[in-house]
């Protein structure tokens, strides 16, 4: 099985349905992206072998979506990363996935230029890829490769998370299940990244011939969302908790016409209730909630739509601080330190199994045997059942920062931080922020009559890692916490030093 036989399939059984369009205007029909994605995989399987892999470095652009699908089509392995990287990040995971070409946009294609084979959208060497005859789809098992979803460990490394067809597959049809029926002439937003859970969104509307919205900005715009929204009929999104809160806070937004709204997918860190809560006041109860991770994208649980919108029933608020109920296709259980499994009340590790969960990490056997033990997908997350089968997360164990959707592991910018001369240890932790949900903060110890600026750390970390993930505070100490172990306890850290007015400006 190959997914990319979805676009062709939809070119000729719906041949005239708006398949990717850029603003208020239709880029491409499903005949027409059948078209391109035969040729556009004629000309990569020129420059590419079977089973290769192809990084995309790309901001959100209709092109997006017609070289995701070109790939597959081909029978290659897309590697899509975050537009937002540093080259240095783009270099390892380009490198890791030992990529025979890379795929960018224009705003992105210098960050990429350490690679010999650089495709640019919208240059003449695009263009002439598609020049060729269309080619028939790439006959795929349903467990190839067909997507590289690079996430981070504690370690800081990012490792490439397989996701197969039988994967892409299984979230897909977990949409349907769980989350929200697609029909004829709707529509799916992508304004978040198609780099990470829109682009897995893509899949069931792709499926069902549904078009896909790109907004001119390749960004998130409140403004220009509102505007779409009275464009076109049954657009659904995803969209980060702190998304969804600057739509609320915005004005032009929250005074625009909603009418056309069908469904806001929520996830990727935690939504508190009271933002809820004046989410639906303004857009009525068109939310669901999943929670996932790159190893099982955006398919470990859900909170339906028909839930939300019973704010009558019993335990409703309870309910709607819970991450949701199993999905239809995966076992969620709660382990112990043993892998003893907990009864509801009790707090462990959320673990789960099933069709969704990746086939393991890239040419990684040790990470592989270490987080699908027992053939369990340990997740690193803690929660907790109640009694009716909500699961509520409790702390994120790896210690994971999420800011604005985006995952900031603290070990990568600590590793960062250390190559200054005068820093001794860095513990990174993250502390509440009004929009973006966490922000970074670093806790600094310095080596004995050193000193360091915040604007030397500052830059130390925009010559090494994307901006988003350098710190907004530094706090100077002594020492760090630590226990009998000597290990740093971060916990400390964050009760006294998590919250804004408690960071303090760096001396020397």
Request: with cysteine; charged share 20%.
């Amino acid at each position: 099985m190959n997914i990319a036989g979805w676009v062709q399939k939809h070119g000729r059984a719906n041949p005239e349905r708006p398949a990717i369009s850029t603003g208020a205007a239709v880029h491409l029909n499903y005949r027409q992206w059948a078209s391109t994605s035969a040729s556009l995989a004629t000309g990569l399987c020129k420059l590419c072998c079977p089973g290769e892999r192809v990084a995309l470095a790309m901001s959100n652009h209709p092109s997006y979506l017609e070289a995701l699908v070109a790939i597959w089509h081909a029978g290659l392995v897309a590697v899509p990363m975050n537009a937002k990287l540093h080259r240095d990040e783009f270099r390892y995971i380009v490198e890791n996935a030992e990529a025979s070409l890379v795929i960018a946009t224009a705003d992105i294609a210098e960050a990429v230029a350490f690679h010999p084979r650089v495709l640019v959208i919208d240059t003449l060497d695009w263009r002439r890829v598609y020049e060729n005859e269309a080619m028939a789809v790439a006959p795929r098992r349903a467990d190839d490769p067909a997507w590289l979803f690079y996430t981070s460990g504690t370690t800081g490394r990012p490792k490439g998370a397989v996701l197969t067809h039988r994967n892409l597959l299984m979230a897909a049809l977990s949409y349907y299940a769980d989350v929200d029926a697609v029909g004829p002439g709707d529509a799916i937003l992508h304004a978040a990244p198609l780099s990470h859970g829109s682009g897995i969104y893509a899949l069931p509307f792709i499926a069902q011939a549904a078009n896909n919205l790109i907004p001119e900005s390749h960004s998130f715009d409140p403004a220009e969302i509102g505007g779409l929204l009275q464009r076109w009929p049954q657009v659904s999104f995803f969209a980060a908790p702190t998304m969804v809160m600057r739509l609320v806070n915005d004005r032009i937004f929250a005074g625009s016409d909603h009418c056309n709204l069908k469904t806001v997918v929520y996830g990727g860190g935690p939504m508190h209730l009271e933002d809820l809560l004046r989410a639906m006041e303004l857009l009525g109860p068109h939310f669901a909630q999943i929670y996932g991770q790159g190893e099982a994208p955006m398919t470990i649980t859900a909170l339906s739509k028909a839930l939300h919108a019973e704010p009558t029933q019993p335990r409703w608020r309870e309910i709607m601080a819970s991450v949701g109920l199993p999905r239809t296709d995966v076992n969620v259980r709660i382990f112990d330190a043993e892998d003893r499994e907990l009864p509801p009340g009790e707090v462990g590790e959320v673990v789960c199994q099933g069709d969704v969960v990746m086939a393991g990490y890239w040419r990684n056997p040790e990470a592989t045997s270490a987080t699908l033990r027992g053939g369990w997908l340990h997740t690193g997350d803690l929660g907790c059942f109640d009694a009716e089968g909500f699961l509520t997360l409790k702390d994120r164990s790896k210690d994971v920062i999420i800011s604005g959707g985006s995952n900031i592991y603290p070990r990568e910018v600590e590793e960062v931080l250390l190559r200054h001369p005068a820093v001794l240890e860095v513990s990174v932790i993250g502390r509440p922020h009004s929009e973006w949900g966490e922000e970074v903060a670093a806790c600094v110890v310095l080596r004995p009559g050193q000193v360091a600026s915040e604007r030397e750390l500052d830059a130390l970390c925009l010559s090494a890692i994307a901006r988003f993930k350098r710190p907004r505070a530094y706090v100077f100490l002594d020492a760090l916490p630590k226990n009998n172990y000597g290990k740093v306890l971060k916990t400390t850290l964050r009760q006294q030093y998590g919250q804004p007015e408690r960071a303090s400006t760096p001396g020397g």
